[in-house]
Nanobody
Framework: QVQLVESGGGLVQPGGSLRLSCAAS????????MRWFRQGPGKQCELVAV???????NYLDTVKGRFTISRDNAKNTVYLQMHSLKPEDTAVYLC???????????WGQGTQVTVSS
């Protein structure tokens, strides 16, 4: 059974920072591409950041330069460091593990990020 558990969400003022974590268990973490999605109120789910097995990254245009995705394979954890947060970043952030070879993917339960003064 693969489990992804996110943490680190919360309420932050505009311009603030948060660091999200996603801890994986029950799988060979290093074999998965890791992704962060988000779903804001009344919005479609969108892909925010990706980090491949080899450490290559890609970002949603609106978060480039503000968010950084990283992974620690020794800790089976992926991170999303978020700076200069804006109210429009308010969303439930979800961690996703995707195996390119098998097509299998897993989801975490999500963590709420609220950016408000």
């Amino acid at each position: 059974q693969v489990q992804l558990v996110e943490s680190g969400g919360g309420l932050v003022q505009p311009g603030g920072s948060l660091r999200l974590s996603c801890a994986a268990s029950g799988t060979i973490f290093s074999s998965y591409t890791m992704r962060w999605f988000r779903q804001g109120p009344g919005k479609q789910c969108e892909l925010v950041a990706v980090i491949t097995r080899g450490g290559n990254t890609n970002y949603l245009d609106t978060v480039k330069g503000r968010f950084t995705i990283s992974r620690d394979n020794a800790k089976n954890t992926v991170y999303l460091q978020m700076h200069s947060l804006k109210p429009e970043d308010t969303a439930v952030y979800l961690c996703n593990a995707f195996n390119l070879l098998s097509g299998i993917e897993y989801w975490g339960q999500g963590t709420q990020v609220t950016v408000s003064s």
